[in-house]
């Protein structure tokens, strides 16, 4: 299964692109172009048919997991939302077992019951894996973007906070009637 999933690697890419272009809970996706919305996807792919060779190779999931956290970072970067990148991998795994088992099952009488089911365990892992590392790079894109807003509202010196809420309160006791004004024109 592996090695048909590199021969027919750029038909699952388009699928898979086709999959999310379509999706109106993916409004993000609206904006970009084809090759935007490929990011890391083909490295995806390929190591998606590597481990359908290999399922235990740790290099693969090593890389798999560092291409993963890129997609996140690229998406956030993109304008995505949480949900919107969440949804974007769920229907790409979608996408794959629904489309592409049928596909080689019909070209590949070996590819049995049994055979689907141990395919599928690896497939739905690597795509677990791919949303938890995509998720966790982009929370933490979040977390920083958060932060630098805030650091400059952060007094640098503990004392600070309170001299800054003594001169507001010494401000506002003179500005207070003229406020007041302002507020009924």
Do not use: M
């Amino acid at each position: 299964f592996g090695d048909f999933v590199l021969a027919h690697r750029d038909q699952i890419l388009h699928s898979w692109i086709a999959a999310v272009d379509k999706n109106p809970s993916i409004s993000a996706s609206d904006n970009l172009t084809y090759t935007q919305l490929l990011d890391h996807l083909p490295e995806l792919c390929t190591e998606l048919a590597a481990l359908l060779k290999q399922p235990n190779a740790k290099g693969i999931k090593r890389e798999a997991r560092q291409d993963a956290r890129a997609h996140g970072w690229k998406r956030w970067r993109q304008g995505y939302k949480l949900e919107e990148l969440i949804r974007e991998i769920c229907l790409i795994r979608r996408n794959f077992v629904d489309t592409w088992f049928k596909t080689f099952a019909a070209e590949e009488r070996r590819f049995d019951f049994d055979a689907q089911n141990a395919a599928r365990r690896v497939v739905e892992g690597f795509f677990d894996n791919v949303i938890i590392e995509a998720t966790v790079q982009f929370v933490e894109e979040h977390q920083e973007a958060v932060r630098q807003l805030n650091a400059p509202l952060k007094p640098s010196v503990p004392g600070n906070a309170e001299f800054v809420q003594r001169i507001t309160h010494i401000l506002r006791e003179p500005l207070g009637p003229l406020l007041l004004g302002l507020e009924v024109l």
